[in-house]
Structure formats: structure tokens, C-alpha cells
């Protein structure tokens, strides 16, 4: 098939895909003029020109209606303009089609002239157009956000008004956050806007996983409800807040580290805890997978300073709570759950190593879905070799000194570096834990046990452990070379053969 062949076919298959009313008419019409062009026997070039100039305006209408914009009648007044003078161009171009190679010779200039006119008809119709869809893309982004002012969406997502797609949802959230931070609460005529906008807001960012346009919150988006922090991970304390209206809670760096490092690790922790929340979101919809990451909001930084992760409040706590609490569960499910979770780090473009795998990186949720939380020491790899992410230097400063060894692999204590094999030993603690219910090496001090981990010595097996391929699998987790050790997609395999 020739260059005009293909864009004929482009064109046709355009037009069928497109959902503004008249554009599968237009299609038609320029495909006639496709076709009359294909017969001028002289100026191909421009001729061809022409053409592709044609096809260019049917994919700007495929690409903006695409988009799902209702129609308003000045729109589709406007298409139908198009259509009338792409029909003028072609009655234009079929009276040279009809002559012979020596008459059109003879009438070069004329042919020129057309051509020339022809596609000045095209520009003007092309610039009138960019306007009318924008015109009507502010329009609806405005009703979108004037009904979210009055309605709570989440008993109507098939509404009419209701984003449709993660760009759309973006620019919902965009235009109704500054409507948000606009508003005054205390006054009582606006209360009620205040009100709805906060839960649809919320609603929009569960829907689609994505922060906040501007994911630097102010205080009127979220407030610190206590000084006592109700939980501690690594680097930060976890104080209780509201955001939006919504229980939630606020990751504060330990005192200790400088400021300026503190709020380079929150952004990096921002960025990637981010992408992984999003992508989370996206599978769910298009693959129904249960949640594997805990939703996270934005961050925080006060008048005194400090510096704050907001993220979603855990319903059930972390895994490690639930484990010392003696709730019921089924290990293995929980297991396979954390795998799960594993494959989505793992396999993010770029790879991420998450760095610190363990019972307290795991929270579950209200359905007993363990998901994934605390990115302080998660890296990005742009580099693959073999089955793990080339490694990359970590630092690790914890309050007191004391870092999560028990959990770490060998190779992070010296040098200290990590890959996602290096997650895959954390992942074998972890089962440790899920099936004991006590931490790796519990009988043994913290000094011992930095001494056998850098070893490479693995915790005995612990009489609770019965299933030989469950013991079997932990040890190949163990295993003392990075290289060698499982990917997270051969160990879900073997835990799906249980």
C-alpha cells in the first residue's frame, strides 16, 4: 500500500473511532477528497500536501473528542462548517481531476491557486475548531466542579459529570482545590460547599490514586489532632490528624536529622510512594486486584519547620500489631498478600527496591489485605542486570542507631547497598515473622545478630514450621549471593503450588 493508501485507512479508521456527532460524515468527505486528489494528474506534491493537511484536521477531531467532552451546539455547528468546506475543496479539486495531464499542464497556475486556497480553508476551519474545544473543555470543567460543590459524587460515579479517566479526575481536582482553599469554613453560607468539596475530593483521589495537584498541603487541608505520636516506623513518628475531614495519619521525621535532609527524604518518599499508590489504583480498576498500597495524600510543613507525610490512617494497624495482638488469620494468605505487594515494587519501569521490608512497612486494611506503606528507604532503578535492580548506595540513620537488621541482608551492612534481591531476604523474614509471630532471630541480641546477618548465618528452624517447601522456600530467599536468589514472580509461583 502506497503513503496515500495508509492515509486513507488512517482516516477511515479515525472517523469510526470518533464520538463527536458529524465527525464520521466528515471522515467520509475527506476520503472522497482523498480519492479526487489521487486523479489530479499534475503538482502531486502539493497535492499530496493537501491530503495530509486534511488528515491532520481528522485526527485533531479523533484526539479531542476522544476525550469524551459532551457536545454543545456550537461544536457541532462547527463541524459542520468543516464539513462543508472540505466538500467545497474537493468540488474544487475534482474540476482538475477531470482534465487531461496536457490541459492541467496548461493550467498550473490555476491548480496552484486552488491549492493554495484550499489549504487556507483548512487553517482557518483547524484554528476555529482549537477554539470551540477549548471553550468547551472549560465549560465542562467548570459544570464538573460547580456540581461537586453541591452534589457528594460517590453514590452517582456514573454520572454524567463524573471523571471519566485519571487526566480528567487530575483536572477536576485542580480546579476544586483551589475552589477549596478559597472558601472560608467559618462562614456559614459556605460551609455546606466546604463540606461536600472536601469528601468529593477525597473521593476523586481514591478513585484514581493520584495526590493532590499541589501535594504541599495548607492547614485548612490538614490539621495535627494530637502532640502524641501514636505509632513510630524508622525515621518518623506518626501523629494522628485530619485531612479533609478524614481520619488520617501524619509521618513526622524523628528529631535528630537536618532539616534540609528531612525534607529531601520526604520529597523522594513523596515521589515514589506516589507512583506506586497510582499504579495500585490503576490495576484495581482494570484488573479488580485487591489494594496493595496504603493511600498517601500529600505532605505537610508548618509554621514551626517540620515536616510531614500524610498518608491514610491503617484500619487494622500494622502487620506486626496484628501479629502481637493474637488475631485470627490465615498466614499463608498473608504471605501471599505481601508477595503481591512485592511484585508491584518489583516490577515498576523503573524498578523500585523498597529497602526496608518488615512487619512494620505492612499494615493491614479493614478486608485483611496487607498493604504497603513507608518508602523512607526506597530506591529507583534505572538500571537492570539479570533478575535484580543494579544496586545503589543507602543510607540509613535511625533515632539511637538502631536499624532494622534483623530483616536486612547481608550485603546492606558492608558496602552498603541494596537491590530488590535484597528485598527477597527481607520477604524471607517476613515469613519468618507471619509464621511465628516473633522477630527473626528473637532469642538473640542485637549485637549477636548483626554479627551472623553480615555472615550470612539464617535463623534456625523454628519447630512451628512444619511444611518442609514453605522452610525450603525461605531458605532459597536466604540464599547469601543476591544473584541467586529467587525473583519475587518465581516465589509467588511456588506459593501458588502449596
Given at each position: 500500500?502506497?503513503?496515500?493508501?495508509?492515509?486513507?485507512?488512517?482516516?477511515?479508521?479515525?472517523?469510526?473511532?470518533?464520538?463527536?456527532?458529524?465527525?464520521?460524515?466528515?471522515?467520509?468527505?475527506?476520503v472522497?477528497?482523498?480519492?479526487?486528489?489521487?486523479?489530479?494528474?499534475?503538482?502531486?506534491q502539493?497535492?499530496?500536501?493537501?491530503?495530509?493537511?486534511?488528515?491532520?484536521?481528522?485526527?485533531?477531531?479523533?484526539?479531542?473528542?476522544s476525550?469524551?467532552?459532551?457536545?454543545?451546539?456550537?461544536?457541532?455547528?462547527?463541524?459542520?462548517?468543516?464539513?462543508?468546506?472540505?466538500?467545497?475543496?474537493?468540488?474544487?479539486?475534482?474540476?482538475?481531476a477531470k482534465?487531461?495531464?496536457?490541459?492541467?499542464?496548461?493550467?498550473?497556475?490555476?491548480?496552484?491557486?486552488?491549492?493554495a486556497?484550499?489549504?487556507?480553508?483548512?487553517?482557518?476551519?483547524?484554528?476555529?475548531l482549537?477554539?470551540?474545544?477549548?471553550?468547551?473543555?472549560?465549560?465542562s470543567?467548570?459544570e464538573?466542579?460547580?456540581?461537586?460543590?453541591?452534589?457528594?459524587?460517590?453514590?452517582?460515579?456514573?454520572?454524567?459529570?463524573?471523571?471519566?479517566?485519571?487526566?480528567e479526575?487530575?483536572?477536576?481536582?485542580?480546579?476544586?482545590?483551589?475552589?477549596?482553599?478559597n472558601?472560608?469554613?467559618?462562614?456559614k453560607?459556605?460551609?455546606?460547599?466546604?463540606?461536600?468539596?472536601?469528601?468529593?475530593?477525597?473521593?476523586?483521589?481514591?478513585?484514581f490514586?493520584?495526590v493532590?495537584?499541589?501535594?504541599?498541603?495548607?492547614?485548612?487541608?490538614?490539621?495535627?489532632?494530637?502532640?502524641?505520636?501514636?505509632?513510630?516506623?524508622?525515621?518518623?513518628?506518626?501523629?494522628?490528624?485530619?485531612?479533609?475531614?478524614?481520619?488520617?495519619?501524619?509521618?513526622?521525621?524523628?528529631?535528630?536529622?537536618?532539616?534540609?535532609?528531612?525534607?529531601?527524604?520526604?520529597?523522594?518518599?513523596?515521589?515514589?510512594?506516589?507512583?506506586?499508590?497510582?499504579?495500585?489504583?490503576?490495576?484495581?480498576?482494570?484488573?479488580?486486584?485487591?489494594?496493595?498500597v496504603?493511600?498517601?495524600?500529600g505532605?505537610?510543613?508548618?509554621?514551626?519547620?517540620?515536616?510531614?507525610?500524610v498518608n491514610?490512617?491503617?484500619?487494622?494497624?500494622?502487620?506486626?500489631?496484628?501479629?502481637?495482638?493474637g488475631?485470627?488469620?490465615?498466614?499463608?494468605?498473608?504471605?501471599?498478600?505481601?508477595?503481591?505487594?512485592?511484585?508491584?515494587?518489583?516490577?515498576?519501569?523503573p524498578?523500585?527496591?523498597?529497602?526496608?521490608l518488615?512487619?512494620?512497612?505492612i499494615?493491614?486494611?479493614?478486608?485483611?489485605?496487607?498493604?504497603?506503606?513507608?518508602?523512607?528507604?526506597?530506591?529507583?532503578?534505572f538500571?537492570?542486570?539479570g533478575?535484580t535492580?543494579?544496586?545503589?548506595?543507602?543510607?540509613?540513620?535511625t533515632?539511637g542507631?538502631?536499624?532494622?537488621v534483623?530483616?536486612?541482608?547481608?550485603?546492606?551492612?558492608?558496602?552498603?547497598?541494596?537491590?530488590?534481591?535484597?528485598?527477597?531476604?527481607?520477604?524471607?523474614?517476613?515469613?519468618?515473622?507471619?509464621l511465628?509471630?516473633?522477630?527473626?532471630?528473637?532469642?538473640?541480641?542485637?549485637?549477636?545478630?548483626?554479627?551472623?546477618?553480615?555472615?550470612?548465618?539464617?535463623?534456625a528452624r523454628?519447630?512451628?514450621?512444619?511444611?518442609?517447601?514453605?522452610?525450603?522456600?525461605?531458605?532459597?530467599?536466604?540464599?547469601?549471593?543476591?544473584?541467586?536468589?529467587p525473583?519475587?514472580?518465581?516465589?509467588i509461583?511456588r506459593?501458588?503450588?502449596?
Amino acid at each position: 500500500m502506497d503513503a496515500v493508501g495508509f492515509l486513507k485507512l488512517g482516516v477511515r479508521l479515525a472517523g469510526g473511532l470518533c464520538g463527536v456527532p458529524g465527525v464520521s460524515v466528515l471522515a467520509d468527505v475527506i476520503v472522497v477528497l482523498i480519492e479526487t486528489c489521487d486523479n489530479i494528474p499534475r503538482q502531486r506534491q502539493n497535492v499530496l500536501d493537501l491530503q495530509k493537511r486534511c488528515v491532520s484536521l481528522l485526527e485533531f477531531l479523533d484526539a479531542e473528542s476522544s476525550n469524551g467532552l459532551p457536545t454543545s451546539k456550537g461544536l457541532e455547528k462547527g463541524i459542520n462548517e468543516t464539513s462543508d468546506v472540505i466538500a467545497g475543496v474537493d468540488k474544487r479539486m475534482k474540476r482538475w481531476a477531470k482534465k487531461s495531464k496536457w490541459k492541467t499542464f496548461l493550467r498550473t497556475g490555476s491548480i496552484d491557486d486552488d491549492v493554495a486556497s484550499s489549504t487556507s480553508d483548512i487553517d482557518r476551519v483547524v484554528e476555529k475548531l482549537q477554539l470551540l474545544f477549548h471553550a468547551q473543555a472549560r465549560r465542562s470543567t467548570t459544570e464538573m466542579v460547580e456540581h461537586m460543590q453541591t452534589f457528594i459524587v460517590a453514590a452517582n460515579k456514573r454520572g454524567s459529570l463524573f471523571p471519566r479517566n485519571v487526566e480528567e479526575g487530575y483536572n477536576a481536582m485542580k480546579a476544586m482545590q483551589q475552589v477549596y482553599r478559597n472558601i472560608d469554613p467559618s462562614d456559614k453560607d459556605e460551609k455546606h460547599k466546604f463540606n461536600v468539596l472536601q469528601e468529593n475530593i477525597l473521593e476523586l483521589q481514591n478513585e484514581f490514586g493520584i495526590v493532590l495537584p499541589d501535594p504541599n498541603l495548607r492547614d485548612s487541608e490538614i490539621q495535627i489532632t494530637s502532640q502524641h505520636p501514636v505509632g513510630a516506623c524508622g525515621l518518623y513518628d506518626s501523629y494522628p490528624g485530619t485531612y479533609l475531614g478524614k481520619e488520617v495519619w501524619c509521618k513526622k521525621l524523628s528529631y535528630g536529622d537536618p532539616q534540609g535532609k528531612a525534607m529531601m527524604r520526604l520529597r523522594r518518599e513523596l515521589d515514589i510512594w506516589s507512583k506506586l499508590w497510582k499504579k495500585d489504583q490503576e490495576l484495581r480498576r482494570q484488573e479488580g486486584t485487591p489494594p496493595r498500597v496504603l493511600p498517601l495524600y500529600g505532605f505537610y510543613v508548618p509554621y514551626d519547620g517540620a515536616a510531614y507525610l500524610v498518608n491514610a490512617k491503617p484500619e487494622r494497624g500494622t502487620l506486626r500489631e496484628v501479629l502481637r495482638s493474637g488475631a485470627q488469620l490465615d498466614p499463608i494468605k498473608i504471605i501471599k498478600g505481601i508477595a503481591q505487594v512485592l511484585l508491584l515494587v518489583h516490577t515498576m519501569e523503573p524498578h523500585i527496591f523498597h529497602g526496608d521490608l518488615n512487619c512494620t512497612s505492612i499494615v493491614i486494611d479493614q478486608d485483611w489485605n496487607p498493604l504497603l506503606q513507608d518508602f523512607r528507604l526506597s530506591k529507583t532503578a534505572f538500571d537492570v542486570s539479570g533478575p535484580t535492580a543494579v544496586t545503589h548506595t543507602i543510607e540509613k540513620h535511625t533515632p539511637g542507631g538502631i536499624e532494622p537488621v534483623r530483616w536486612m541482608a547481608p550485603e546492606t551492612f558492608n558496602p552498603r547497598v541494596g537491590s530488590t534481591s535484597s528485598d527477597i531476604w527481607s520477604f524471607g523474614m517476613v515469613m519468618y515473622e507471619v509464621l511465628t509471630r516473633t522477630d527473626p532471630y528473637h532469642d538473640l541480641p542485637m549485637f549477636t545478630v548483626i554479627a551472623k546477618v553480615a555472615a550470612g548465618v539464617i535463623p534456625a528452624r523454628p519447630p512451628t514450621i512444619t511444611n518442609d517447601k514453605i522452610w525450603d522456600l525461605m531458605k532459597e530467599c536466604w540464599t547469601l549471593k543476591p544473584a541467586e536468589r529467587p525473583s519475587i514472580q518465581y516465589v509467588i509461583s511456588r506459593l501458588d503450588s502449596l
